[in-house]
């Protein structure tokens, strides 16, 4: 049987690697793998027709297999010698090609024949991923509400995730139970854009306390302040340009069509729009180009820096 395996999580497909290895029933010593990016297909395609010493049937996993795609690979292959393979298979040997990309390229000579002798899975986002996530605790009891919990501070990457289960088991042993302190103590939260545009809403909105609080927890999570600076400049800039427009005469849907921005995102600039006057938003963007100077230059402390600049606008 020929398998071709593709998707952008590479954790569905090792574990629908692993499903089609136990169904049937390949020991180790009967399965090789290889890369279409370090090995030529010549090579692989010898192995495809050579028959096991060990057993009736062998598998051979195949990763990188670029051909599928429309992207190139490190090294030419010869697709032909593929073709000419699937067209003459060996039914002893089990072959299963492996693509970490969203799509394959279902307009290629080489796709069309596969999807007609062999198998093609699309191992993309799970529709459910809260039940992938208990399986990856096993035995281990765990709640739903503590599921949410750990996607929350993992991400939804499900390598990571499989990680990071791996690692509270080991750390609970013979405990069964995972609990929400488990998570809290055991994960890293992971910054996500959103963390850092509510960092930068707090101090355009001239939320001192809370502003200063989340910055201090952001820092902790390892949040570089060079990108909150960046961050914090592109929006005081769109803030700025879309003042300017407005007193120019300008409509919303003009203003929308002009910045290339999102309807919504002009909503919530209105608000800070009216708290500042243009002079102090070419003020803040001349403080934070002297900053991002200064941090750079080594003449000052990039988080010290950022948290005066934070005190002052606020």
């Not at 910055?215 to 400049?233: F, H, Q, R, S």
């Not at 002297?290 to 990039?302: H, M």
Request: aromatic share 10%; charged share 30%; net charge negative.
């Amino acid at each position: 049987m020929i398998y071709l395996l593709y998707g952008l999580e590479e954790y569905l497909l090792k574990k629908e690697v692993k499903k089609i290895i136990e169904q049937e029933k390949i020991d180790d010593i009967n399965i090789n793998y290889y890369s279409m990016n370090n090995d030529k297909l010549e090579v692989i395609i010898d192995d495809f027709q050579t028959y096991s010493f060990f057993s009736d049937k062998k598998l051979i996993v195949v990763e990188d297999s670029f051909v599928f795609s429309s992207k190139k690979g490190n090294i030419e292959q010869k697709i032909e010698l593929l073709e000419q393979y699937l067209n003459n298979y060996n039914p002893d040997t089990i072959v299963i090609f492996t693509l970490v990309d969203e799509k394959i390229d279902s307009r290629k000579k080489i796709c069309k024949l596969i999807s007609k002798i062999g198998k093609v899975y699309e191992c993309n986002s799970p529709k459910n991923i809260n039940s992938l996530v208990k399986e990856m605790f096993l035995n281990y009891n765990i709640d739903n509400k503590t599921i949410e919990l750990f996607i929350d501070r993992v991400g939804k990457n499900l390598a990571i995730l499989n990680n990071e289960a791996n690692k509270i088991m080991i750390y609970k042993d013979d405990d069964l139970n995972i609990t929400n302190d488990d998570i809290i103590n055991l994960t890293s939260k992971i910054i996500v854009e959103e963390d850092l545009f509510k960092l930068v809403d707090l101090i355009i909105k001239k939320n001192k306390k809370e502003a200063l609080e989340y910055y201090n927890g952001l820092l902790k999570l390892n949040m570089e302040p060079i990108k909150i600076i960046i961050t914090l400049a592109n929006k005081i800039r769109l803030i700025y340009q879309t003042k300017e427009l407005f007193k120019a005469g300008y409509t919303e849907n003009d203003i929308v069509s002009i910045l290339k921005m999102n309807p919504k995102q002009l909503y919530f600039l209105k608000e800070p729009i009216r708290k500042y006057e243009s002079k102090d938003l070419i003020t803040f963007l001349e403080k934070l180009a002297d900053i991002d100077y200064d941090i750079k230059s080594g003449k000052t402390d990039a988080k010290k820096a950022l948290e005066l600049f934070i005190l002052e606008i606020c």
